[in-house]
Nanobody
Framework: QVQLVESGGGLVQAGGSLRLSCAASGRTFSNYAMGWFRQAPGKEREFVAGITSSGGSTYYVDSVKGRFTISRDNAKNTVYLQMNSLKPEDTAVYYC????????????????WGQGTQVTVSS
């Protein structure tokens, strides 16, 4: 089982930026596809962005395309989510997800999870 620890959340004004990090340990990081999900109060956990184990391909939910960028550094066992032009509707707890294999999960019921980091965007 891979262990995941997220960091980088916080309070930001609309239009601002944040960079989330997720540090992995316990397994060979480069064997895992990685993803970010989020869950707002009263809503289901949803896929936000994913990256293949090699870092060669990325995937995004339509609502964040052009604003968020997922990347990974396999030498540092870390995946990042750069979030620009943040909107109040981006407010949620953001979770890091690891899926053994090449392709990231897009469903919330699979893989390993971090504890989450709160992102709050004020209007």
């Amino acid at each position: 089982q891979v262990q995941l620890v997220e960091s980088g959340g916080g309070l930001v004004q609309a239009g601002g930026s944040l960079r989330l990090s997720c540090a992995a340990s316990g397994r060979t990081f480069s064997n895992y596809a990685m993803g970010w999900f989020r869950q707002a109060p009263g809503k289901e956990r949803e896929f936000v962005a994913g990256i293949t184990s090699s870092g060669g391909s990325t995937y995004y939910v339509d609502s964040v395309k052009g604003r968020f960028t997922i990347s990974r550094d396999n030498a540092k066992n870390t995946v990042y989510l750069q979030m620009n032009s943040l909107k109040p509707e981006d407010t949620a707890v953001y979770y890091c997800n690891a899926n053994a294999g090449k392709i990231p999960n897009k469903l919330p019921g699979f893989g390993s999870w971090g504890q989450g980091t709160q992102v709050t965007v004020s209007s």
